[in-house]
T-cell receptor, first 113, second 112 residues
Framework: DVKVTQSSRYLVKRTGEKVFLECVQD?????MFWYRQDPGLGLRLIYF???????EKGDIPEGYSVSREKKERFSLILESASTNQTSMYLC????????????FGSGTRLTVV | QKEVEQNSGPLSVPEGAIASLNCTYS??????FFWYRQYSGKSPELIMS????GDKEDGRFTAQLNKASQYVSLLIRDSQPSDSATYLC????????????FGIGTKLQVIP
């Protein structure tokens, strides 16, 4: 089975800190995604990547950046954490060819205080 | 703005009944549709995908797609308490990077 691993299950950070959320997948998937999930708003796409070194903005990229230096790793960066970035962050991956759904990581619950 | 609409519920059904979960979407050109199940405190997991009009069955699950009405549904037969979860509808848009948008999910409660 594809495994998508997010490095932290829970994180508490202070306002203004730079925060790194790491995601690693072990099935050689080309496509990787970062979503945040909030009650009443559902899953919203932050950034995605279809190849190494490639990144594209999703629907809510403001305040975030990403890095994909290796195919298996996709990092989400909060440049200066704010309280409105308190959320559940979900990483997902999918194969590059064919029409497949996503495999999600277990999520990181980030609280910014 | 491309939208995916779901009733947030909760939808309550008795054990053994058929649960019917519905989803509408705004982009007529969409080609790919997915259902995910999300247990409380867990991440979503893919349970069904459907690409053509009609029904697709997998065990107790049936996905139904009607592109003319821009409507996709998930039927769960012989509902079990273990089916209690939030069900997310997802649509892959046509064109561009073919991004996927998720609905807010319908919470299903199966009552023993």
């Amino acid at each position: 089975d594809v495994k998508v691993t997010q490095s932290s299950r829970y994180l508490v950070k202070r306002t203004g800190e730079k925060v790194f959320l790491e995601c690693v997948q072990d099935m050689d998937h080309e496509n990787m995604f970062w979503y945040r999930q909030d009650p009443g708003l559902g899953l919203r796409l932050i950034y995605f990547s279809y190849d190494v070194k490639m990144k594209e903005k999703g629907d809510i990229p403001e305040g975030y950046s990403v890095s994909r230096e290796k195919k298996e790793r996709f990092s989400l960066i909060l440049e200066s954490a704010s309280t409105n970035q308190t959320s559940m962050y979900l990483c997902a991956s999918s194969p590059g060819t064919g029409d497949y759904g996503y495999t999600f990581g277990s999520g990181t619950r980030l609280t910014v205080v | 703005q491309k939208e995916v609409e779901q009733n947030s519920g909760p939808l309550s059904v008795p054990e053994g009944a058929i649960a019917s979960l519905n989803c509408t979407y705004s982009d007529r050109g969409s080609q790919s549709f997915f259902w995910y199940r999300q247990y409380s405190g867990k991440s979503p997991e893919l349970i069904m995908s459907i690409y053509s009009n009609g029904d697709k069955e997998d065990g107790r699950f049936t996905a139904q797609l009607n592109k003319a009405s821009q409507y996709v549904s998930l039927l769960i037969r012989d509902s079990q308490p273990s089916d209690s979860a939030t069900y997310l509808c997802a649509v892959r848009w046509s064109g561009g990077y073919q991004k996927v948008t998720f609905g807010i999910g319908t919470k299903l409660q199966v009552i023993p």
